[in-house]
């Protein structure tokens, strides 16, 4: 069973973060990405490991970290919820630490659960020399939120919109079901986010209507490099 959801969530990795590499690295452009955003992992590598296998391994290794600290409120929640915060921890390996996300998953309130990991978007940003608000960390978040509420029957989120603020910040605004989640970051918007907005059910509706679109085409076009479309590894909180 482990295995199982162990490949199903790399699929998803290798989707968001690329099989590749080779992109310019959100929080430090001067170098390149690893495969499967494999830039500071927790542990080495073995001789003649490949990029997968390495990526598994190190999956497997937030699986055991998440497991030890969040114990039954984690290994006993739903699939889509563990792969959630798996793939949020894959980013900042901080989840253990967010106290709003440890506290709905031990009340088993998953949509709190969820939504406390709509904030953790933010990245450094080389040319500001400072954290600033990744629209593709955002829509990263809202996938993985939409994934889980459609198998636990949540709102899902319709549409995603970042702005910046007069006073050097970012709103992050969110539409669940007919709602408005705004979130105000005291940070600017990062220097790859070249596009700031998504309707996510027309989205929907481009691949039930399409065939062999390109990554670019499903993230609403307008972004600049894998980098942009998804997230950089190992990444803290804001």
Known sequence: ??????????????R??????????????????????????????????????????VSEYFYDDLSNNLG?????????????LLDLHYNTSKVNEFEGIKNSLANKD?????????????????????????????KRRAEEYNKAASNLGLPKISSLNIRAMN???????????????????????????????INFKQEELKKETSSGISVQDLEGGGMTGRQDLYSTSYMKRN
């Open 16 to 57: 968001y973060e690329g099989t590749e590499g080779g992109s310019p690295r959100m929080e430090d452009s001067s170098k390149k990405t690893k495969p499967y955003g494999l830039d500071n992992p927790p542990i080495p590598r073995l001789e003649k490991e490949n990029d997968y296998s390495y990526a598994k391994r």
């Open 72 to 84: 039954e409120s984690y290994t006993s929640a739903p699939k889509e919820i563990q792969k959630a």
């Open 167 to 197: 006073n050097n910040s970012t709103e992050v605004v969110y539409v669940i079901g007919e709602k408005k989640e705004i979130i105000n970051i005291d940070k600017p918007i990062h220097k790859l986010s070249k596009t700031n907005q």
């Open 110 to 138: 998953y949509q709190s659960v969820l939504k406390n990991t709509l904030d953790v978007v933010s990245a450094y940003d080389d040319s500001k020399g400072m954290k600033a608000v990744s629209f593709g960390l955002a």
């Open 1 to 14: 069973m482990l295995q199982e959801f162990i490949d199903e969530f790399m699929e998803d990795l290798g």
